[in-house]
């Protein structure tokens, strides 16, 4: 089994190596608390991101045909649990750190598709700053008491 040229290997360890140093600044920036932040490994570990599919009971098969035509009509499901919707996001400041961050290593990669994520990343970024800036804007008291 070919495991690669040895220039396969160096552009390997040096994408860690650039992974390794983004993760260290989203540390040290704060934007990820250290409880939270993964290691490379944990990132690199193929083998724990391979979901196997479970096989859909017919029941259940025909709540989600229920859940879609009900959806679908514009009603509301009643019963389906959306905690996990509600849990609290990252700060949209932390989150511009953490895209500024993204785009600084896209930037150092020459692919295609680093550079195609630059612009999504910078897109993104400009919104999620807009966002917040006009996050921080209240005209009056009445509004902030409102909101």
Same mark, same amino acid.
């Given at each position: 089994?070919?495991?690669?040229? &040895? ?10 190596? /650039?992974?390794? =140093?983004? +993760?260290?600044? @989203? $540390? ?43 959806? &679908? ?10 905690? /996990?919707?509600? =849990?609290? +996001?990252?700060? @949209? $400041? ?54």
């Amino acid at each position: 089994m070919d495991t690669g040229t &040895a220039a396969d290997v160096e552009h390997v360890e040096q994408a860690i190596d /650039e992974l390794q =140093a983004a +993760l260290q600044k @989203l $540390s040290v920036s704060g934007a990820v608390t250290q409880r939270n932040l993964l290691t490379v490994e944990d990132l690199l570990d193929v083998a724990a991101e391979n979901i196997t599919e479970e096989e859909w009971t017919d029941d259940e098969i025909v709540d989600q045909v229920r859940i879609n035509a009900v959806e &679908a009509s514009g009603g509301v499901v009643e019963g389906l649990d959306d905690s /996990e919707h509600d =849990a609290p +996001l990252m700060s @949209l $400041s932390a989150a511009c750190q953490a895209i500024t961050e993204l785009e600084r290593l896209c930037h150092r990669r020459s692919e295609p598709v680093f550079k195609q994520a630059r612009g999504h990343l910078h897109q993104l970024r400009m919104k999620l700053r807009a966002e917040h800036t006009e996050n921080l804007v209240q005209p009056n008291i009445t509004q902030f008491f409102s909101s």
